[in-house]
């Protein structure tokens, strides 16, 4: 059974219905980063959202459409860390049960996030075993809900209220975004934010941004076809290590995608560093590629333009933080 | 010459006349710290002000009432870093040359941060001399406008628009804060804050937060006449290391304010920690005092009340931010 495809109007009835659960996060500018980046930059410091992550948007806005009699069952998820706790908090709000299966490698604060809004957690070790296989089994045994990270049309939805957010912002100073960038892993987020400015400001150009080599976004673009990544390749950014663009956010994606960028880890690194001195935001590696993209990678059509960045996530231990600013 | 006291109506002016020149900064919630404090916290993120404090808010008000015919001399201030910035940023802005006056200990990134806005820099042993001199002097010589860092009403009411800018934030919710707490060195915020509330949240009892041994507005304040720090006392807070209230600040603070808070550079350092993990910014010392006291100094009236809580600064080096993140 194909889920139908959302539309810009699916998005602006999710901000509608998750008003008031999630926060307004500022746009922040820094003319020591547009200097580096030779464009104006429009950051989207999205990682000061509740849960330290966009995530709890669609994950608001797909809990809140699951029918008062279904609830009780609760919910399941799978999950490096963010969205887990963009649906452990949703849960929570809701006064569900939910359980997650996380990777036995997720970083602490991540795991912490999640037991603290009261979530079961299910371990698993993230070469040897299928998460979503996991969860489906768990899902089907407790009658819950199974809530996808990415490949739903609610969480899509509710990801890009963000976009839809930020051009309002940009628009209350009268200035349109040529260019947007936005941290991609299964392409919740990016294909959300595609369907809000399709309908409110259509002439921006929108690209991903991935780990180097770990950039199945890129190449899928680039190809006009679902490419995966080689299994087994790292990257300093959890958070967005999935192997291929999912059905539902390709299909979305493919048309209204420019294409992507890629950033090295020690780019990564570098921007975490910049955001830490120039905006005095803590990032986590996945949520700062947006920026290390825009600082070290912009794609040429962009220099000089008017780009919106897009902080996704903040979760980082604080040991690994300090080891990055160390350099 | 006695300076005349400003008002509430010079605050609403001020903001007046900054608007467009600073950020709006965010309210944050988190329940993890409201359940630390005992007390729902609403947080003032001034730290995401652009030059990294409040700071900005001030110079710029002050540095815009300078007639055209006098701007070209420049200004003069002196500053242990956060001011500095604030002034060099806005003398930049009017294209007005500015020599800061400031301590060898300062932290790097504060340096950086003025030069970065092509001011220059006058250091001085803070030991053994005097910087007001020092600063006096070289304004005398260059026929430059002297800038103080608080006691000067220009620079309370702009300092001032911080509060006036919380209230709307929070009348925006529906909600009124029953209490406000704000890191205080010379003053010039707290006072200008409480400017601000006199006239738009009257009944919200403001609260000094000081280091623990450095406490002159605690004890002034108790004393209902100016007492000051013996000399020679350190804290971690290098950002609020005034040595009493000045005058303007305390015949201000004298009359609005209910008292004050201390905090020990063990409970700054933990309160960093807990901004980063939960509220994922990036804090200085001096500008999460307010932000220990409400965790873990908080007035008995206050606990289980809506409390403001208002971070000034994030200038810290990377290097001491590593270092208290390891705890």
């Known amino acids: 059974m194909a889920s139908p495809l959302p539309t810009h109007d699916d998005v602006v009835q999710a901000a509608a219905r998750i008003k008031g659960h999630v926060r307004q996060t500022p746009v922040l500018r820094s ?9 104006e930059l429009f950051i989207k410091a999205e990682c000061l959202q509740d849960t330290g992550s966009f995530k709890l948007r669609g994950a608001t806005n797909r809990l809140l459409q699951i029918p008062q009699s279904q609830r009780a069952a609760g919910v399941v998820a799978f999950s490096s860390g963010n969205h887990a706790q963009g649906v452990a908090r ?20 991540k795991i912490n996030g999640v037991l603290a809004d009261g979530a079961e957690i299910h371990s698993y070790d993230r070469v040897a075993e299928g998460r979503e296989e996991i969860a489906a089994d768990i899902a089907r045994q407790r009658g819950a809900v199974l809530v996808s990270s990415f490949n739903d049309p609610a969480i899509i939805a509710g990801q890009g209220t963000c976009g839809l957010e930020f051009i309002e912002q940009m628009e209350a100073t009268g200035q349109q975004l040529d260019h ?9 987020l990016i294909s959300g934010i595609a369907l809000a400015l399709e309908g409110v400001s259509p002439d921006t150009q929108i690209w991903t941004a991935e780990p180097q080599e770990h950039d199945d976004w890129r190449r899928s673009l680039e190809a006009d076809e679902i490419v995966s990544n080689a299994p087994g390749i790292r990257s300093i950014c959890d958070a967005i290590l999935t192997p291929s663009p999912g059905p539902l956010t390709w299909a979305i994606g493919r048309r209204l995608l420019s ?3 890629r950033a ?32 070290y990678a912009l794609p040429s059509q962009a220099v000089g333009k008017r780009i919106g960045v897009v902080i996704t996530g903040a979760n980082v231990d604080a040991s690994q933080f300090a080891d990055i600013l160390r350099g």
């Open 31 to 39: 003319r020591a980063l547009d200097e580096i980046a030779g464009a």
């Open 90 to 109: 949703a849960a929570k709000l809701l006064n569900m049960p939910a359980l997650i299966v996380m990777p036995s490698d997720a970083p602490q604060v």
């Open 180 to 188: 947007l960038i936005c941290c991609t892993g299964g392409g919740g």
């Open 259 to 261: 294409g992507g960028c």
């Open 264 to 295: 090295t880890d020690a780019q990564v690194c570098e921007a975490m560093r910049q955001a830490f001195r120039h905006l005095k935001l803590v990032t986590e590696p996945g949520g700062a590629a947006a920026l290390a993209a825009a600082l």
